[in-house]
C-alpha cells in the first residue's frame, strides 16, 4: 500500500473475525502504533503504564463492533477528546496502519467488517475534534466511499418506495392509525 512503511509479516488472512484473532489483530496494530514515529510519542505519552489495560480494552471494543458481542462499555468520543497534540495527520497515520494491519490479517468481506466502521468513527472525531467545517481528506472520503458506498437519495428512488410520508417503516405500527 504505502512503501515508506515496512511490509508485515505473512500471516494467512482470516475469512471471518473470531475473539482470538480480533485480540491478535489489535495487538499487532497497536505494536506498529507504538514503532510509528508519528503515533508512537503520542500513545506513549497518554497511554504510558497503562497499555496492559488499554489494549484489552480495545479488544472488547472492536469484539463489540465485528462481532456483535457488545460487551464494550465506553464513550469513543470522550475518551479521544482531551488528548492534546492531534492533527489530521494523526488520523490519515492510524487510519493507514489500521487499514493497513486488517488487510493484511483478513480476506476482504471480513476486512470491510472492520474498516467502514473505522473510517466511520475517524470522520466522527475528527468532525468532533476540528469542528463540523472541517474537510475530511479527499484519500480518507474516496476509501470511505469505496468500501460503504452511499445509500441512494430518497428522490433518486422515489418510483421504488411507495411507502406515505410520515410512516417510516415498511408495516404500518401496531395500534396506530391515521388518526392518531
Given at each position: 500500500?504505502?512503501?515508506?512503511?515496512?511490509?508485515?509479516?505473512?500471516?494467512?488472512?482470516?475469512?471471518?473475525?473470531?475473539?482470538?484473532?480480533?485480540r491478535d489483530l489489535v495487538y499487532a496494530f497497536y505494536e506498529r502504533v507504538r514503532a510509528d514515529p508519528l503515533l508512537g510519542p503520542v500513545f506513549e505519552r497518554t497511554l504510558a503504564g497503562s497499555w496492559d489495560e488499554h489494549l484489552p480494552k480495545m479488544c472488547t471494543f472492536w469484539g463489540s463492533i465485528v462481532l456483535g458481542a457488545k460487551q464494550y462499555r465506553g464513550n469513543v468520543q470522550q475518551a479521544h477528546q482531551p488528548l492534546p497534540g492531534i492533527e489530521p495527520q494523526h488520523f490519515s497515520r492510524w487510519l493507514y496502519l489500521f487499514l493497513d494491519t486488517v488487510e493484511s490479517r483478513y480476506e476482504p468481506a471480513a476486512a470491510v467488517r472492520f474498516m467502514e466502521p473505522a473510517l466511520r468513527i475517524a470522520q466522527s472525531l475528527q468532525l468532533s475534534r476540528f469542528g463540523w467545517d472541517y474537510t475530511i481528506p479527499a484519500e480518507q472520503q474516496a476509501l470511505l466511499e469505496r468500501i460503504a458506498p452511499r445509500r441512494p437519495n430518497r428522490d433518486d428512488n422515489a418510483h421504488e418506495s411507495a411507502r406515505p410520508r410520515g410512516e417510516p417503516f415498511p408495516t404500518k405500527i401496531i395500534g396506530r392509525n391515521k388518526e392518531d
Open positions: 500500500m504505502n512503501p515508506s512503511f515496512p511490509p508485515l509479516p505473512a500471516v494467512t488472512r482470516q475469512p471471518e473475525p473470531t475473539e482470538e484473532n480480533v
